[in-house]
């Protein structure tokens, strides 16, 4: 029983490209959160999806960033133009209906800006 | 939300018992309480939640103040394994805001396991 898969591990891109981060949640769940971690501080939420749509996106830059969660694939985060400060960890979690016992998380995907 | 309060850091010898506390003074009746664990280059993981009643699981023991205003996540023989940043956070299940309550991690205590 696969965990939360996030692919890359690592992912290196110069100021101005895109970065696509992937995220297949536990089979059978049908929440989808995206957090990012700067280096030495705490998570913060990003965005909260179901398949094909976004529940809540107020942690999410208004600007460069997206996220999609369709009805077949995985979920992806986008950033168009990235620059030096989205170099960070995001984690993506997943969860089923019924989340008492809290979300399962990927081991995230590295970005680095260069 | 009801905010929580955790020690920046703590030490502990390998193989005896740690105890990291929580002060959560503002919490409400239907907040539960939950702990997770985020090991060195990994992400987040659960680890135990509880309400009222204090609680066993395989990694860990969770020990609730009568008040319930704190707590006190138990490992109850640190090993070099156990050294994370863990994360005392508040879930009120019964809240509906868009139908669910994110989970928001504060700075959470990093424990050094020293062999």
């Known amino acids: 029983n696969a965990g939360v898969m996030q692919n890359p591990r690592h992912l290196v891109r110069r100021r101005g490209q895109e970065a696509r981060l992937r995220c297949s949640p536990v089979?059978?769940?049908?929440?989808v959160y995206w957090y990012r971690q700067l280096p030495e501080e705490g998570l913060k939420f990003m965005v909260y999806l179901q398949k094909e749509n976004i529940i809540d996106e107020s942690g999410m830059p208004k600007e460069r960033f997206s996220a999609e969660f369709p009805k077949e694939g995985p979920s992806i985060l986008r950033i168009q133009q990235v620059v030096r400060g989205d170099s960070a960890a995001y984690f993506c979690?997943?969860?089923?209906?019924?989340?008492?016992?809290?979300?399962?998380f990927g081991s995230g995907t590295r970005l680095t800006v260069v | 939300d009801a905010k929580t309060t955790q020690p920046n850091s703590m030490e502990s010898n390998e193989e005896e018992p740690v105890h990291l506390p929580c002060n959560h003074s503002?919490?409400?009746?239907?907040?539960?309480i939950h702990w997770y664990r985020q090991l060195p280059s990994q992400g987040p993981e659960y680890v135990i939640h509880g309400l009222t009643s204090n609680v066993n699981n395989r990694m860990a023991s969770l020990a609730i103040a009568e008040d319930r205003k704190s707590s006190t996540l138990i490992l109850h023989r640190a090993t070099l394994r156990d050294a994370a940043v863990y994360y005392c956070i508040l879930r009120d299940l019964f809240k509906y805001s868009g139908g669910y309550q994110k989970v928001t991690f504060g700075t959470g205590t990093k424990l050094q396991v020293i062999p």
């Open positions: 503002t919490i409400s009746g239907t907040d539960y």
């Open positions: 089979k059978g769940h049908s929440h």
């Open positions: 979690a997943s969860s089923p209906d019924l989340d008492a016992y809290g979300y399962t």
